[in-house]
C-alpha cells in the first residue's frame, strides 16, 4: 500500500516538473526570439473600401522599436496611414518586461479579387542596439463585388439611359458657341483700342515722380507719427519715398539697394545730400536712435529741397519744344507711360 502511494506520489513530481519546465521554455523562447502575427479587419471589404492589417508583436528582452517603425512586406499596396499601439508584455526571467503591442496600417482596396501582402517583416533593435526583425506569414483581404453577392446576375444600365442621346443639347451648344464669339470679339475690341491708344486722351496723366514723393511726404507729415512717439516707423516710410524717388531719378533699383549699395551707385553730387539723409534714417530704423522735433523737420526740409534741385529732368519731358519732331514726342510718351529712367 505504502509502495503503490509512493509511486503514485512520484509520477505527480515528475509531471507537475515536467509542465514547470515547458512553460519556463516557452517564456524562454519568447523573450530570446518574439513574436509576429498578422490579420486583416476586417477580413472582406468592398472595392475602394479602407481596411485596416493589424500586426500583433512581442519584443526579445531588451530589445525596442526604432522611432521610424521599418514594415516590409507591403509592396504593391496603398498605404494610407500607419499607427503604432505598444502595451506591457509577459514577464521575463530578469524582471523586465518585453515590449508588445500592434501595429495598425490603414489599407486602400483598390484590387479585385483579393488584397494579399508579402512576407512580413518588423524592424526593431536588440538589447545591444543592433538591428533585427520579426517576420510573419503573408495575410489577405478577400475583395468583394460592388455588384453584390451575385454579379453575374447584377442588370447593367446602358449609357442611353444615364445621358440623353438625342440632340437636346444642340440649342445649348450653339447658345455657348454664340456667347464665347462674343467675348472674343469684346476682347480684341479693347486689345485693340489698349494697342492704338485710342481714347487714351481724355484719362488722368500719369503722376510725375517729384510730385508724388512731395505729396507722400505731406501726407506722412500729417500722420503725426513722429509727435506719437512713432519714430521708426516715420523713418521707415520717409525713407521708402525718398529711395523711390532716387530709383525713377537715377534707374537703379534704390529701393532694393542697402544704404551701401546706394553710395556706390550714385554719381551725381546733390545725391550726397540725399545719401546722408538715408543714412540717418537708417540710425533710427536699426540703432534706436532718437532725434529730435527740430532735428526731424530740418531732415523733411532738406529732402523737399533735395525734390526741387533734382526735378528739372522730369519737368523737362512733359514740356517739350514747339519744334520737337513727331517720333520725339512719342517716344516721351512712351517713357512717361512705361517707367521712365533718368541720367
Given at each position: 500500500m505504502k509502495s503503490r502511494a509512493l509511486l503514485?506520489?512520484?509520477?505527480?513530481?515528475?509531471?507537475?516538473?515536467?509542465?514547470?519546465?515547458?512553460?519556463?521554455?516557452?517564456?524562454?523562447?519568447?523573450?530570446?526570439?518574439?513574436?509576429?502575427?498578422?490579420?486583416?479587419?476586417?477580413?472582406?471589404?468592398?472595392?475602394?473600401?479602407?481596411?485596416?492589417l493589424i500586426l500583433h508583436y512581442a519584443l526579445p528582452e531588451g530589445a525596442r522599436l526604432s522611432d521610424k517603425v521599418g514594415i516590409k512586406g507591403l509592396d504593391?499596396?496603398?498605404?494610407?496611414?500607419?499607427?503604432?499601439?505598444?502595451?506591457?508584455?509577459?514577464?521575463?526571467?530578469?524582471?523586465?518586461?518585453?515590449?508588445?503591442?500592434?501595429?495598425?496600417?490603414?489599407?486602400?482596396?483598390?484590387k479585385l479579387g483579393s488584397l494579399t501582402t508579402g512576407p512580413l517583416s518588423v524592424a526593431y533593435l536588440d538589447k545591444k542596439g543592433a538591428k533585427a526583425a520579426l517576420d510573419a506569414e503573408p495575410t489577405s483581404l478577400n475583395v468583394l463585388s460592388n455588384l453584390g453577392e451575385k454579379p453575374e446576375e447584377a442588370v447593367l444600365k446602358p449609357i442611353y439611359g444615364i445621358m440623353p442621346t438625342g440632340f437636346a443639347w444642340k440649342k445649348e451648344v450653339l447658345w455657348g458657341a454664340a456667347i464665347l464669339l462674343l467675348c472674343l470679339l469684346a476682347g480684341g475690341f479693347f486689345?485693340?483700342?489698349?494697342?492704338?491708344?485710342?481714347?487714351?486722351?481724355g484719362k488722368t496723366p500719369r503722376i510725375l515722380p517729384h510730385v508724388a514723393a512731395r505729396e507722400r511726404i505731406q501726407a506722412l507729415e500729417g500722420e503725426k507719427l513722429f509727435e506719437r512717439g512713432q519714430l521708426k516707423v516715420f523713418y521707415f516710410r520717409f525713407s521708402e519715398i525718398m529711395r523711390r524717388y532716387l530709383e525713377e531719378l537715377r534707374g537703379f533699383p534704390a529701393v532694393e539697394f542697402t544704404t551701401q549699395e546706394i553710395a556706390l551707385a550714385i554719381k551725381e553730387g546733390k545725391d550726397r545730400d540725399l545719401l546722408q539723409l538715408l543714412k540717418q534714417a537708417d540710425l533710427v530704423k536699426f540703432a534706436d536712435y532718437k532725434p529730435t522735433q527740430a532735428r526731424k523737420e530740418e531732415e523733411v526740409k532738406k529732402a523737399l529741397g533735395y525734390i526741387e534741385d533734382t526735378c528739372e529732368s522730369f519737368e523737362k519731358d512733359i514740356n517739350p519744344p514747339l519744334e520737337e519732331k513727331t517720333g520725339e514726342k512719342r517716344s516721351i510718351r512712351k517713357r512717361l507711360r512705361g517707367g521712365r529712367r533718368f541720367p
Open positions: 503514485i506520489f512520484l509520477f505527480l513530481f515528475s509531471l507537475f516538473g515536467a509542465v514547470l519546465t515547458t512553460v519556463a521554455e516557452t517564456n524562454k523562447d519568447t523573450s530570446q526570439s518574439g513574436v509576429l502575427s498578422a490579420s486583416m479587419m476586417p477580413p472582406s471589404a468592398r472595392v475602394g473600401s479602407v481596411v485596416a504593391g499596396l496603398t498605404v494610407l496611414g500607419l499607427e503604432n499601439i505598444p502595451s506591457g508584455g509577459g514577464g521575463t526571467p530578469a524582471g523586465e518586461k518585453n515590449l508588445s503591442g500592434e501595429i495598425r496600417i490603414k489599407l486602400l482596396v483598390d486689345w485693340w483700342r489698349k494697342r492704338s491708344g485710342v481714347g487714351m486722351v
